[in-house]
T-cell receptor, first 115, second 117 residues
Framework: AQSVTQPDIHITVSEGASLELRCNYSYGATPYLFWYVQSPGQGLQLLLKYFSGDTLVQGIKGFEAEFKRSQSSFNLRKPSVHWSDAAEYFCAVATTNFGNEKLTFGTGTRLTIIP | DGGITQSPKYLFRKEGQNVTLSCEQNLNHDAMYWYRQDPGQGLRLIYYSQIVNDFQKGDIAEGYSVSREKKESFPLTVTSAQKNPTAFYLC????????????????FGNGTRLTVT
């Protein structure tokens, strides 16, 4: 079975600084990878997804992620964070393109932005 | 605007009572899902439905039940058999026809926080 690990439970970044959130997955073949963001008390919103092709994926709100097969990673990056980026971020992996019921979520990384 | 509506936002119940959480979508999506979220854990799938009048158990279905009588509605009942019902419950939907892949993005509601005492 596939699994996904987000090693950082909580990250604090200064506004305007760069950001990288880590995500490692475990799966033998090429996975389908996602990053979702959750604001407090809200549902999740898709930031970006990787299915195949270019390993650098652009998403909404200025986020990007890079798929590195050799490291089994799909880290999320943003060059300059804004206070509104404070939220919880979830990496997710699916092993099939047949339905979200095969989607496995990581435990999340909470991002705090300081002025 | 299209979206998913979950109600109520907060729900309080006494132990031993069944409670039903509402989820309605006007996105015309075929597939709907119920997730449970606990602090420090990722989302765990409770039940899902890919089409009206059909649904399947997810990873943690014990103590829960669902129905899918209409395309736009997918209510979740938390029964008294659920040992730890206090949690944040998220409903989501997706439509495979939305993208070139069946793994189309999940659209989430804003959740219902259930507290059982």
């Amino acid at each position: 079975a596939q699994s996904v690990t987000q090693p950082d439970i909580h990250i604090t970044v200064s506004e305007g600084a760069s950001l990288e959130l880590r995500c490692n997955y475990s799966y033998g073949a090429t996975p389908y990878l996602f990053w979702y963001v959750q604001s407090p008390g809200q549902g999740l919103q898709l930031l970006l997804k990787y299915f195949s092709g270019d390993t650098l994926v652009q998403g909404i709100k200025g986020f990007e992620a890079e798929f590195k097969r050799s490291q089994s990673s799909f880290n999320l990056r943003k060059p300059s964070v804004h206070w509104s980026d404070a939220a919880e971020y979830f990496c997710a992996v699916a092993t099939t393109n047949f339905g979200n019921e095969k989607l496995t979520f990581g435990t999340g990384t909470r991002l705090t932005i300081i002025p | 605007d299209g979206g998913i509506t979950q109600s109520p936002k907060y729900l309080f119940r006494k132990e031993g009572q069944n409670v039903t959480l509402s989820c309605e979508q006007n996105l015309n999506h075929d597939a709907m899902y119920w997730y449970r979220q606990d602090p420090g854990q990722g989302l765990r799938l409770i039940y899902y439905s890919q089409i009206v009048n059909d649904f399947q158990k997810g990873d943690i279905a014990e103590g829960y039940s669902v129905s899918r009588e209409k395309k736009e509605s997918f209510p979740l009942t938390v029964t008294s058999a659920q040992k730890n019902p206090t949690a944040f419950y998220l409903c989501a939907s997706s439509n495979p026809r939305e993208s070139s892949s069946y793994n189309s993005p999940l659209h989430f509601g804003n959740g219902t926080r259930l507290t059982v005492t």
